[in-house]
């Protein structure tokens, strides 16, 4: 094992004959992960990919801010705030993260629980569904404005249809010729992307804290009930939306397939998905959303795949510069796969608003 864990997790108080049990944990892309266990409490430690979130420090103030105000609200329940949501460890001296020669390093209370990458049953996705609700109720009176940025513009859908168009008008990799039905299709949605944003603008949807990741495995789920038992990876909590975190879960978890299957027959959004999931998050978080909000919830799935399919586009006419690519036309048959997606949750609005209604 790598010197520097030790030398960071002295930072923590911990000694390395103390730490027992230290090895690689999980199969994150971003952050390096690994589990421990001092005098039979066990620990996560992350060393924070610092080529992505530049600002450590920023992240982890947003990190503490919003699990130490979810903790009050946990212990007001009768919770457990321990396991209901994380807990990350101090320093010796008061801090949130070591951050020096070492690298980026945090530690956290480990949480006994697991996590799915595809939903077997419709009942792990209403359970997913809540904890993501919850997750939202709870933190529907936070200042979501004393967040810091961590990635700024992430959702903001005209911000990335701009790019589309600057890449467009540049052609960097000569590939424009190849891809005339994709942007003919991403135009016609021009005047559609700024939804979500004329709502903050209005005042008609609110500034929240939004999670920005909300696979389905960054929920924990009980080992035997399959019950959510928190939201995990808050790396990207600021300030936005939670249309954003509905509509990206959807466009994950509602797929009938993977977001990279070139076979576009295959790609649909499966009602039951949206309906389970739907029926879990909204029994949580109804109380809360305004009429607005519960208006633009269906179209909240089709924004969010389309700027998703966007973002592919972007990348693959600029010449795969941002998303990792294992062949050269990767970047284009996600975009299609994303485009036949949000083609289909359009056919399908009307029917998912009635749903939500019937709730």
Do not use: W
């Amino acid at each position: 094992m790598d010197e520097k864990i030790y030398l960071a997790l002295a930072e923590y108080g911990f000694k390395k004959e103390d730490v027992k049990e230290l090895a690689p944990y999980g199969d994150g892309l971003i952050n390096n992960t690994y589990r421990f266990v001092v005098n039979g409490t066990a620990y996560l430690m992350q060393k924070i990919n610092t080529a992505v979130f530049k600002n450590p420090e920023g992240l982890m103030d947003n990190f503490v801010g919003v699990t130490e105000y979810l903790k009050k609200i946990i212990i007001a329940n009768g919770g457990n705030p321990e396991r209901d949501t994380l807990t990350a460890i101090k320093t010796l001296d008061g801090k949130n993260l070591v951050n020096n020669e070492l690298g980026a390093y945090r530690v956290m209370l480990f949480i006994d629980a697991i996590s799915i990458n595809v939903a077997e049953r419709a009942e792990q996705l209403c359970s997913v569904g809540a904890c993501f609700g919850k997750f939202q109720n709870m933190l529907a009176d936070y200042p979501a404005d004393t967040l810091f940025e961590v990635i700024p513009d992430f959702h903001n859908t005209p911000k990335r249809f701009e790019n589309l168009e600057k890449a467009i008008k540049e052609n960097i990799a000569g590939r424009l010729d190849s891809v005339a039905a994709e942007v003919e299709y991403a135009l016609t949605m021009k005047n559609r992307v700024s939804a979500v944003i004329d709502g903050f603008r209005d005042g008609s949807v609110p500034l929240r804290v939004s999670h920005n990741d909300t696979k389905l495995n960054n929920v924990l789920l009980d080992k035997e009930t399959y019950e959510g038992v928190c939201v995990i990876d808050l790396d990207t909590v600021m300030p936005g939306s939670y249309l954003y975190d509905y509509g990206d879960a959807l466009r994950f978890a509602g797929n009938n397939t993977i977001e990279d299957n070139p076979d576009l027959s295959q790609v649909y959004l499966d009602f039951e998905k949206f309906a389970a999931f739907t029926k879990g998050y909204f029994s949580e978080v109804k109380s809360v959303l305004t009429e607005r909000e519960i208006e633009l919830l269906p179209f909240a799935v089709e924004l969010m795949t389309f700027e998703c399919g966007i973002r592919f586009l972007t990348d693959y006419l600029n010449g795969d510069t941002y998303f990792k690519t294992r062949y050269p036309e990767h970047n284009l048959v996600r975009a299609r796969n994303q485009f036949k997606l949000s083609q289909d949750i359009d056919s399908k609005l009307d029917k998912m608003a009635s749903f939500i209604a019937s709730l």
